[in-house]
């Protein structure tokens, strides 16, 4: 008698059912990330949700750098579908994803968002330089000899710049998760390091030593960290007009009742001077797909066209109105084209 033979499926085609039935146990997006980009993530769920009556997109804020971190650690439903950054993904954030599984990621650039540091609409007005910024903020600064360092001494801004107001440095600002705090530490204390001759000097000769110096924010009080919820910071500058805080444009926007922006450099952060660079301290705003998800998870490429709607992102779209700067058309048509066809990261993006 003849054994009959039956063709078992492979590992891999297992693998796959079983994602496929793992994933639509769920049947809503879930998005992790960014702080900043969430209250933009939120309004595009909510008019997705309203348009097709399907399930809202869950959005949840944990930094950027959090928001990677549950991304990259796999594939299928006890992973997040997207997550939003304010900066771009790190090449060590990328190989993770790669190890774990999480092979194909869309990148999708959705506008920009200028870092401003504001305070209460009941104290005066500031205009800070970069410089100031680093010798404020910065763990190690310049001493009276060139080549020295020493722990910041400084505790009053008038100490740092003789124009700036007679009052206690206390800034409140994000945690090392947020990319918020990544783009705000390049543009701002960096920018304001490289003033110092001798220090940007060292870029060419020690690189990581410059960077230690630029980089490393003081752990004495005078910068506290104040977790990943903006609207929290723009409370304690009501409470406290002798504060200043760090936070995205867009909540500035919201909150110009409450909370003015310094001028850097004598440049106002608005959505003009944002959008044509001229404020010192910008920066991309991203988010990241799983293209594993798409088509598994419903909703996903209903949302991603959303998002990447001129009635969303475009100059007057609604997502302009919340404070978010849109991309220039160009850029903006083909990152459009490239997200709904689904276009995937080769990796060389995180080097840039």
């Known amino acids: 008698m003849s054994k009959l033979k039956i063709a078992l499926p492979t590992i891999s085609v297992l693998a796959g059912l079983l994602m496929t039935a793992n994933v639509f ?11 900043t980009v969430y209250p933009f993530s939120t309004v595009v769920a909510e008019r997705y949700g309203r348009s097709t009556g399907k399930a809202t997109p869950k959005i949840e804020s944990t930094g950027s750098g959090g928001g990677m971190k549950l991304f990259c650690s796999g594939v299928g439903t006890n992973y997040p579908d997207i997550t939003n950054s304010s900066r771009r993904i790190k090449m060590s954030e990328f190989k993770k994803c790669q190890e774990n599984g999480v092979k194909d990621v869309i990148e999708v650039q959705i506008g920009y968002d200028g870092i401003v540091i504001a305070n209460s609409v009941d104290a005066k007005s500031i205009n800070l330089s970069r410089k100031d910024i680093f010798l404020a903020l910065a763990a190690k600064v310049p001493g009276d000899t060139e080549g020295s360092l020493i722990d910041n001494p400084y505790t009053n801004w008038k100490q740092i710049n003789p124009l700036l107001p007679d009052i206690d440095i206390e800034v409140l600002g994000p945690p090392p998760t947020s990319g918020t705090r990544d783009a705000f530490v390049e543009l701002g204390m960096e920018g304001g390091c490289k003033k110092i001759a001798w220090i940007a000097a060292l870029k060419k000769t020690d690189k990581n030593t410059y960077k230690q110096v630029c980089h490393t924010v003081r752990e004495d009080g005078r910068y506290i960290e104040a977790g990943e919820n903006d609207n929290l910071i723009v409370q304690k500058l009501e409470a406290n007009p002798a504060a200043l805080g760090i936070f995205g444009f867009s909540f500035l926007d919201q909150n110009a009742d409450k909370v003015q922006g310094a001028s850097i450099e004598s440049v106002e952060p608005t959505f003009e001077s944002i959008a ?10 991203f988010f990241y797909v799983k293209k594993a998800h798409v088509g598994v998870v419903p909703g996903m490429m209903g949302y991603l066209k959303e998002f990447t709607s001129e009635r969303a992102w475009g100059v007057e779209g609604y997502l302009a109105e919340k404070g978010m700067i849109p991309l220039p058309i160009k850029e903006r048509n083909l990152m459009g084209q490239n997200t709904r066809n689904l276009v995937t990261m080769s990796g060389n993006e995180a080097l840039k």
Not at 276 to 285: A, C, F, Q, V
């Open 276 to 285: 044509d660079k001229s404020y010192p301290i910008s920066r991309p705003l």
């Open 25 to 35: 146990a769920r049947d809503n997006i879930e998005v992790v990330g960014s702080s």
